[in-house]
């Protein structure tokens, strides 16, 4: 007769740890599984939580270690949201946030419409199209920085040869109007297919029998994407953009690499105007305040998020 | 209207998770508008306040 794992794992049990264990009930056991991961937890996520919640309300430098801590209340909150330029960088982090979101879904979606149709190279496209998404962020905003380049770069070729005009007659990463669309164009570019893979998940998981009901009711295709595609696949666009929209709130690394929060501060997100107070000017308990008021904003957003999300599902 | 007004006198979770949610995405607004700076002062108090309303009002009893 063949043994079964657990069978194995029991003989394998030294007859010592086999008592202790016989002793303990099962509450205990789930208890010592589930205890190292809730350990971890706290460890990693909510006492670093509370230790920045306590540090935000003092004049704490992570340079000057040796000065003594002092309570200043809640004046570093005061000074983050009366200062122009932290209103500013909110500003820059909306702009980016808002259009990042609506492209990519846009584009998102269409492309995995178009996919999901049946047709030669169907597959190779799909990894085609995908690629992007797997480049590091620091590759993506180094070859991005070549391409926008005005002498030799091939984007300002590109739109010169439709727009006519000298192709370094503008600078995408140097010009005030157009470094902020520049992050959003390499954005869009490197994280559209994530959007449009849970999109395809979504519309692969309607049933055929649900078009061809449609079918034979007479419902014209665009009835039909109206009224079963689109709803059918929302849960999924909405979890894409919950993803998307946590993930760009605190977009850093691709901003640095192509901008560094340049020209002047236009393109300064929230999180590199955040890194800069932490660790450039060392504004420790300044940047905690900052970094618990973005945090409270992205909570509170994936709070009402995640509850229109529920609501969506039920129907 | 007065079902609305009826369940927040009554602490249904369903009004007062539409107070909260209404005072995170105005909070979320007033945080990232270019109109006014007071507004932009204001915006933490009410995100805050939304969110922690929210936590709480997720634990009331459901409709009647």
């Known amino acids: 007769m063949t043994q079964t794992l657990p069978d194995r794992a029991a003989q394998a049990t030294p007859p010592k740890v086999a008592r202790k264990i016989k002793g303990l009930s099962d509450r205990a056991i789930a208890w010592i599984f589930v205890g190292p991961t809730i350990f971890l937890l706290l460890a990693i996520n909510i006492f670093p939580l509370i230790w920045t919640i306590n540090l935000s309300f003092t004049n704490f430098k992570a340079n000057r270690t040796n000065r003594a801590v002092e309570y200043i209340g809640t004046r570093n909150y005061e000074r983050i949201l009366t200062d122009s330029d932290i209103w500013l960088s909110m500003q820059a982090t909306a702009h980016f946030l808002i259009w990042t979101i609506v492209f990519q879904v846009l584009i998102g979606f269409t492309l995995a419409w178009l996919i999901n149709k049946k047709f030669r190279g169907n597959d190779l496209w ?40 000298d192709p370094s007659g503008f600078q995408m990463l140097g010009s005030v109007d157009l470094a902020p669309w520049s992050i959003v164009i ?96 060392w504004r420790t308990g300044y940047s905690s305040a900052f970094a618990i008021i973005l945090f409270v904003t992205v909570f509170g957003l994936a709070s009402i998020y995640v509850k229109a999300l529920n609501k969506v599902k039920e129907r | 209207m007065s ?62």
Request: net charge negative; aromatic share 16%; with cysteine.
């Open chain 1, 126 to 165: 799909t990894t085609i199209i995908v690629l992007p998404m797997m480049l590091s962020p620091a590759v993506v905003g180094n070859f991005w920085t070549f391409l926008y380049q005005p002498q030799i770069g091939l984007f300002n070729y590109v739109i010169t040869f439709f727009t006519g005009g």
């Open chain 1, 186 to 281: 390499v954005d869009t570019w490197m994280w559209t297919p994530f959007v449009m893979l849970i999109c395809l998940a979504g519309l692969r998981s309607i049933p055929d029998y649900i078009y061809e009901a449609a079918e034979i009711d007479r419902a014209s295709k665009l009835r039909q994407f109206f009224t079963i595609t689109i709803p059918m696949v929302l849960p999924f666009l909405m979890l894409a953009v919950l993803f998307r929209g946590i993930e760009n709130f605190k977009m850093f690394d691709l901003v640095v690499q192509l901008t560094g929060g340049g020209p002047g501060s236009t393109t300064e997100l929230a999180s590199i105007n955040l890194k800069r107070e932490a660790f450039e000017k």
């Open chain 2, 3 to 64: 079902e609305f007004f009826n369940g927040l006198l009554k602490f249904r979770r369903g009004p007062w998770e539409m107070v909260a949610t209404v005072l995170i995405a105005l909070g979320v607004f007033m945080l990232m508008q270019p109109f006014a700076l007071w507004m932009f002062t204001y915006s933490f108090v009410t995100t805050l306040v939304g969110t922690v309303m929210f936590i709480i009002v997720s634990h009331f009893p459901e409709g009647d």
